[in-house]
């Protein structure tokens, strides 16, 4: 039988001969490997998750028993583990989306008894090749089971992840004798009940063998402060001059990844070494950013929450938010990153009024309407499978969301996931929409508990812990360490020269728009004969700034909430300077502005405007056909087909007179499809090439 003395011999390989296992480390370890229990460890970051369940899975190994699985959705984490496991001697792969060369390999080896740990990322569980050949022999086999992050489990949690609920399945076909271990470091009451319901672990410890390791949260490195610099600006100013001066490298997160890119410019031009790090950025970049934080080649990451569960750097020395997240619990797990080797970090909010818009845009692309879910249903067949783009010119919604709504469905059973896409299964499904209104009131709640943060003069990390209902916060506890508790604060004060440098650097105008170049599947169901690659579209575009940009954002936001107005100086200037660096193949010889409902003189002024500027060709307004349509889908087959036939004709003479490319104005572009329809009318009407512009983008 293990024994503590077996466990610590195993850290020895994994951490060092200095560390030690603390008691709450081995109960939990027992746990799982004597008593063959299910149990839930909610724990901060750094207190050492990960040596449970690997530490566990050798001594199970070493008593006979098969291969530990790890859920785990972090790729960054995975690599990290694999060569940690390997330093103590387990022998671990993973399978995920970055080594599909490797897969067969991996299961081979898994089904050969050669590897003691398995690291699985959530999106294989719904694979139907794994699900079906591999998972079935891992529940059968398997030594143990770890779900790690075991938050995203839980749509209560602030990473919610449908993947996450094939474990459900996965956990239900085990031997009653396989331990099940669900690790996170953010989950409140309520997460923890849902984590409870939908695995089975952590409920009561009467009479159902499971154990719930519940610890406190105080985070004794971390001192928390919120500064008030004011606007866009003046809070990238601040980071510029301050960034130097806080301790070894970090992270600065951003609500989005226009901000993270802008950030990351301006503080290069100051001579700040830093890099983004978005969910935009390629795999093999990330690795490499990653591998440079660790090594202090960089001072930080500009960063969106793709950098986040995982990723573990112990001396990181600050983590700033340019912006603040939604939720506490999503900031607390951001936080945790900085300080968990050092005596001290700092970690500090510069939260701005725009905060609320991202929140409410996010809030608005959550699980849609019930009739918007019975359409997917009901446009799956039983027999044939059809693929998420083959489904997308049936039913109006975006390919991410789509993406989500099936996999919600597979897990409750109405739809399963076969080769070749998806299929209905006939089995009733029932829409449940008290919860679903209940989750939006939750997060309307989580959104003023982040404001009430801001401005509470408590202690910041009792707040915190607060929200996370953590056991062991006392009565009128306080940190001693907050800006709050001590006193000491970081001043919000800008150099008015340094403010309006920065705001110069963040408006400069100027956004490329990538041109379409394929039809979206399926059209010809929706009566509509466009097929494959676009060869009548415009050439790439520009736009004066993103709607989410630090510098242009909340001008363009602004100016397109106002009445419908002539266009400002202002905006005609911005407009310019984008045109006069636009390096176009030819330059326009004329002007058109789209119609518009909303905008009509703003997008007519600045058109007429920039034909007298330029000395270009003013061809007036594309005008709305008289049966136009209304455009209201997402979806691009669905956009697509209501934006066909959607113009008049315009007059081919002042075209063809033109005799080169057209610059086509409209005020803002979302998806491109707009533009892209409107430029294959223009074309038709003897343009040579289309050149797109457009006051904002939101992307």
């Not at 740990?117 to 694979?127: D, F, K, M």
């Not at 998972?135 to 489990?153: F, Q, T, W």
């Amino acid at each position: 039988m293990a024994t503590r003395a077996d466990a610590q011999a195993i850290l020895d390989q994994l951490a060092g001969p200095d560390a030690r296992l603390r008691d709450d480390q081995w109960t939990a370890i027992e746990a799982l490997v004597v008593h063959r229990r299910r149990a839930l460890v909610v724990q901060r970051t750094g207190w050492g998750k990960s040596a449970v369940y690997f530490i566990a899975a050798k001594l199970l190994r070493e008593e006979g028993r098969g291969a530990t699985v790890i859920v785990s959705p972090l790729l960054a984490l995975m690599r990290n583990q694999v060569a940690a496991a390997d330093r103590a001697g387990v022998h671990a792969a993973t399978i995920n989306s970055s080594n599909v060369a490797e897969w067969s390999d991996i299961h081979e080896r898994v089904r050969g008894g050669e590897l003691d740990v398995l690291l699985v990322s959530p999106e294989r569980l719904n694979n139907p090749d794994f699900r079906d050949e591999v998972l079935p022999a891992l529940a059968r086999d398997a030594g143990l089971v770890v779900v790690d992050e075991a938050h995203c489990v839980s749509d209560w949690g602030h990473d919610f992840r449908p993947d996450y609920r094939r474990i459900r399945t996965l956990i239900a076909e085990l031997g009653t004798d396989v331990p099940v271990l669900a690790t996170t470091a953010t989950a409140n009451d309520r997460v923890v009940a849902d984590i409870a319901a939908q695995l089975g672990v952590g409920g009561s410890e009467a009479g159902d063998g499971t154990l719930v390791l519940r610890g406190g949260l105080d985070r004794e490195s971390l001192r928390l402060s919120v500064v008030t610099a004011g606007n866009p600006a003046q809070r990238a100013a601040w980071l510029a001059t301050h960034i130097d001066s806080l301790p070894g490298c970090g992270i600065v997160y951003t609500l989005t990844v226009a901000q993270a890119h802008d950030i990351a410019a301006l503080l290069r031009e100051h001579g700040h070494q830093v890099a983004a790090y978005t969910g935009a950025t390629e795999a093999v970049e990330r690795e490499q950013l990653e591998a440079d934080l660790l090594a202090n080649r960089v001072k930080a990451l500009i960063a969106t929450s793709a950098l986040g569960m995982g990723f573990d750097k112990p001396d990181l020395g600050f983590v700033v938010h340019l912006g603040a997240p939604s939720s506490p619990i999503a900031y607390y797990q951001q936080v945790g990153r900085a300080g968990r080797s050092t005596a001290s970090a700092e970690v500090i909010l510069l939260p701005g009024r725009e905060d609320q818009d991202v929140w409410r845009y996010f809030s608005s692309v959550a699980f849609p309407s019930e009739a918007m879910v019975r359409n997917v249903i009901g446009a799956l067949e039983p027999q044939r499978p059809q693929s998420t783009p083959a489904l997308e010119p049936l039913v109006d919604l975006g390919r991410s969301r789509l993406e989500m709504v099936l996999k919600v469905l597979d897990v409750d059973g109405a739809v399963r996931r076969v080769k070749g896409g998806w299929i209905g299964t006939g089995a009733p499904w029932e829409y449940d929409e008290p919860r679903y209104r209940t989750l939006d009131e939750a997060r309307r709640r989580e959104q003023q508990a982040m404001l009430d943060y801001q401005a509470t003069d408590g202690c910041r990390m009792a707040f915190l812990r607060r929200q996370l209902d953590d056991p062991d916060l006392g009565e009128d506890e306080r940190c001693g360490r907050c800006d709050n508790c001590t006193g000491t604060r970081f001043g919000g004060e800008v150099d008015a020269g340094a403010a309006e440098d920065a705001r110069q650097r963040l408006m400069r105008p100027g956004v490329e728009i990538a041109a379409r170049k394929q039809w979206p599947s399926g059209m010809a169901k929706l009566g509509v004969e466009l097929t494959g690659r676009i060869t009548d579209g415009p050439e790439p575009g520009r736009v004066i700034g993103r709607l989410t940009d630090l510098g242009w954002g909340a001008r363009l936001r602004r100016l397109l909430d106002e009445p419908d107005a002539e266009v400002s100086d202002d905006v005609v200037a911005a407009a310019v300077k984008v045109l006069a660096s636009w390096d176009w193949a030819e330059r326009p010889t004329a002007v058109m502005a789209l119609d518009s409902h909303a905008h009509p003189l703003l997008i007519s002024s600045l058109a007429r405007k920039l034909a007298e500027l330029g000395r270009l060709t003013d061809l007036g307004t594309l005008r709305y056909a008289p049966e136009r349509r209304q455009v209201t889908a997402v979806n691009s087959a669905y956009r697509v087909a209501a934006l066909h036939g959607s113009w008049s004709a315009p007059d081919e003479g002042p075209i063809r007179a033109a005799g080169g490319p057209v610059l086509l104005v409209d005020d803002m572009t979302d998806t491109g499809w707009t533009l892209t329809m409107a430029s294959r009318v223009v074309r038709a009407a003897g343009a040579p090439a289309v050149l797109p512009f457009a006051l904002a983008g939101t992307s």
